[in-house]
């Protein structure tokens, strides 16, 4: 497994001209993209449901 960086385009399906670049880092092990809630906030989109997860150190995130 590894990881690596990566220039990405997230935006809102629903306003696709609201559009922000993110240097990512990607781990080619994972298996769920992370993107911070503030980011897609700022974008438009609104939570459908909520979902926990589970973190390295224990924790659990939604």
Avoid: Q, T, Y
Avoid at 6 to 32: C, I, Q, S, T
Avoid at 33 to 57: C, K, M, Q, T, V
């Amino acid at each position: 497994m590894g990881s690596f960086s990566a220039k990405l385009r997230v935006w809102n399906p629903a306003a696709p001209e609201k559009v922000e670049e993110v240097v990512a880092m990607v781990d080619n092990g994972a298996a769920f993209s992370w993107i911070h809630r503030e980011r897609l906030e700022r974008l438009g989109a609104e939570p459908l449901r909520r979902i926990g997860f589970r973190a390295i150190d224990g924790s659990i995130i939604e």
